[in-house]
Nanobody
């Protein structure tokens, strides 16, 4: 059975940094595109960023470009979302995601989801 277990999250001040982790089990995700989504209160869940299986191709939402970075450690079957220069509008529940078909499918209809973790950025 596949599990994506997230860690990290919590409360951070505006301008601060935070890293989320997503550890996969039950399947090797080294050939999958992996990434992150988020859902703010009253809004739909949206794509944040993702990388290809080898990390050479990346996609990011305009709102986080230059501030957020998705990275992966295939040996650990784990990927990360490094968030810097956080803003109050980054407050959301963050979900890790994965898909074997590449970053385009990852960004629209990923096949695997994590459980979600709250990130709150205070002003």
């Amino acid at each position: 059975q596949v599990h994506l277990v997230q860690s990290g999250g919590g409360l951070v001040q505006a301008g601060g940094s935070m890293t989320l982790s997503c550890a996969a089990s039950g399947r090797t995700f080294s050939t999958y595109a992996v990434g992150w989504f988020r859902q703010a209160p009253g809004k739909e869940r949206g794509f944040v960023g993702g990388v290809s299986w080898n990390g050479l191709s990346a996609k990011y939402a305009d709102a986080v470009k230059g501030r957020f970075t998705v990275s992966r450690d295939n040996a650990r079957n784990t990927w990360y979302l490094q968030m810097t220069s956080l803003k109050p509008e980054d407050t959301a529940v963050y979900y890790c995601a994965a898909d074997p078909r590449g970053t385009n499918y990852l960004a629209t209809e990923p096949g695997y989801w994590g459980q979600g973790t709250q990130v709150t950025v205070s002003s």
